[in-house]
């Protein structure tokens, strides 16, 4: 177990001590209405605002998690263009005793949500949002994941800024990619039939600019 810095003692984090499981981190996560602002908020004012996008909702369960003593790790899962990055919190839920990898995510759509820890490594992780990363023509745009980010290398200012935290997204940016495909299979690849189209369409929040 992490110690928990004293700067999780500010009011507004007494929320999380009951979210004491992922299970418990995500429903917490999936409340928050979303973000369509351009921003990179700090969990404080995620909190304070009731906004999340999706790195600012990886950030938050972050937090959570070093709150409660396990390492706050991000990682992304990056895309081509025009399609976007998707970052997403990490969590290993009892290596001991058999358990692997799963993920907390920020997001208005069905896909791209989260993953029970089953997965023995983060390639393995990963890989489960593969086929669920298409546009809306079809076109299957996860190229790579980078390696996880642990956010106590950014000390705990994070934590409370008031300031948007791009500074953190930069050196996740920057972070080596693992490849997941090469030329040939990106050529092979079948785009999504129109059944699969059709089940995305479905959003959770409506867009909202605050």
């Not at 999780?8 to 299970?23: H, I, Q, Y």
């Not at 396990?70 to 263009?81: E, G, I, Q, S, Y």
């Not at 996860?142 to 980010?149: G, N, V």
Request: hydrophobic share 40%.
């Amino acid at each position: 177990m992490l110690r928990r810095p004293k700067v999780f003692d500010c009011p507004e984090f007494r929320v999380f001590k009951k979210l004491n499981t992922p299970a418990k981190i995500q429903d917490f996560v999936d409340k928050i209405p979303m973000n369509f602002s351009t921003t990179c908020r700090s969990p404080l004012t995620v909190l304070r605002k009731n906004r999340a996008y999706c790195i600012e909702g990886a950030f938050l369960a972050a937090a959570i998690f070093w709150y409660h003593g396990r390492p706050p790790l991000v990682f992304c899962l990056n895309t081509v263009d025009p399609d976007f990055d998707h970052v997403l919190a990490l969590f290993r839920e009892n290596p001991p005793a058999g358990g692997g990898w799963g993920a907390i995510s920020k997001t208005n759509h069905p896909v791209l949500r989260y993953r029970e820890p089953i997965y023995k490594n983060i390639r393995e992780l990963a890989m489960s949002y593969f086929h669920e990363y298409f546009l809306d023509n079809g076109k299957k745009t996860m190229r790579s994941y980078s390696e996880p980010l642990d956010l106590r290398k950014f000390g705990t200012d994070w934590l409370l800024s008031e300031k948007n935290i791009w500074h953190i997204d930069d050196v996740l940016g920057k972070a080596k990619k693992h490849k997941i495909l090469n030329r040939g299979a990106i050529k092979r690849l079948r785009p999504a039939d129109k059944i699969e189209r059709a089940a995305t369409k479905t959003t959770q929040w409506k867009m909202r600019i605050d």
